[in-house]
């Protein structure tokens, strides 16, 4: 398995709770529409919660402000990611994931990276 981690900052006209909501029911039904054309195993969206547990959380590591969230997207095999360019329907299906990410992302600030999860605790 592969992973992508894509920490989302929210396009400045846009409150918390409006992003949250457009990535959820918006993006999120694109997403399962092109789901297995994209071939993705599995798909998480974590909501950034900005309440008091966040706001003693940096205050205490001196962070900066934190992402809106962060979507995560698993794919079965470097393989399977790394090739999925050469399929016309994938590159349509990206190519709309992406028209509609410009509506509600602040793309610039917003960095996307891949990498394998390496779990050193589980007690869940």
């Given at each position: 398995?592969?992973?992508?981690?894509?920490?989302?900052?929210?396009?400045?006209?846009?409150t918390?709770?409006?992003?949250?909501?457009?990535?959820?029911?918006?993006?999120?039904?694109?997403?399962?529409?092109?789901?297995?054309?994209?071939?993705?195993?599995?798909?998480?969206?974590?909501?950034?919660?900005?309440?008091?547990?966040?706001?003693?959380?940096?205050?205490?590591?001196?962070?900066?402000?934190?992402?809106?969230?962060?979507?995560?997207?698993w794919?079965?095999?470097?393989?399977?990611?790394?090739?999925?360019?050469?399929?016309?329907?994938?590159?349509?299906?990206s190519?709309?994931?992406?028209?509609?990410?410009?509506?509600?992302?602040?793309?610039?600030?917003?960095?996307?990276?891949?990498?394998?999860?390496?779990?050193?605790?589980?007690?869940?």
């Amino acid at each position: 398995m592969i992973k992508i981690s894509f920490c989302l900052r929210r396009r400045a006209e846009l409150t918390h709770e409006e992003f949250l909501d457009y990535w959820k029911n918006e993006h999120g039904s694109l997403v399962q529409q092109h789901k297995a054309v994209l071939r993705i195993a599995r798909y998480i969206q974590f909501h950034g919660d900005f309440g008091p547990m966040t706001s003693k959380l940096i205050a205490f590591r001196g962070s900066p402000e934190p992402y809106d969230g962060i979507a995560e997207i698993w794919y079965e095999s470097r393989i399977a990611l790394e090739t999925l360019g050469q399929d016309p329907a994938a590159r349509t299906a990206s190519r709309l994931l992406w028209e509609d990410e410009k509506r509600f992302v602040d793309l610039e600030s917003s960095p996307i990276f891949a990498g394998d999860e390496i779990e050193l605790v589980r007690t869940l």
